[in-house]
Nanobody, 125 residues
Framework: VQLQASGGGLVQAGGSLRLSCAAS????????VGWFRQAPGKEREFVAG????????NYAGSVKGRFTISRDNAKNTVHLQMNSLKPEDTAVYYC???????????????????WGQGTQVTVSS
């Protein structure tokens, strides 16, 4: 499966952005999807995940209550709605797919085998 992340940009603190991850090449509902982010000089970290059906989601503690992950399998798309953005949310955001265990919510990078190219999110103070 090929993944394409989009929707990043520059926003002021307190603002919102909606990221999208579009999939092609395989049946999208065969995959759980995760969002990760990487800030300059820092390791890539888990942000949010969703199971193949959308019935299960999980979030990093730092974004819980502010970010919402959702998916539309008919449109082969996963979204990450980001509200109340903070400067510390600034990073390149990546979407990733796990076809090995699509009903399982994973948080670790090695649990995802397919990655998109990333989209930059910059939050100004």
């Amino acid at each position: 499966v090929q993944l394409q992340a989009s929707g990043g940009g520059l926003v002021q603190a307190g603002g919102s952005l909606r990221l999208s991850c579009a999939a092609s090449g395989r049946t999208f509902s065969d995959y759980a999807v995760g969002w990760f982010r990487q800030a300059p000089g820092k390791e890539r970290e888990f942000v949010a995940g969703i199971t193949w059906s959308g019935s299960g989601t999980n979030y990093a503690g730092s974004v819980k209550g502010r970010f919402t992950i959702s998916r539309d399998n008919a449109k082969n798309t996963v979204h990450l709605q980001m509200n109340s953005l903070k400067p510390e949310d600034t990073a390149v955001y990546y979407c990733a797919a796990n076809g090995e265990a699509p009903g399982v919510l994973r948080r670790y990078i090695r649990g995802f085998h397919y990655w998109g190219q990333g989209t930059q999110v910059t939050v100004s103070s």
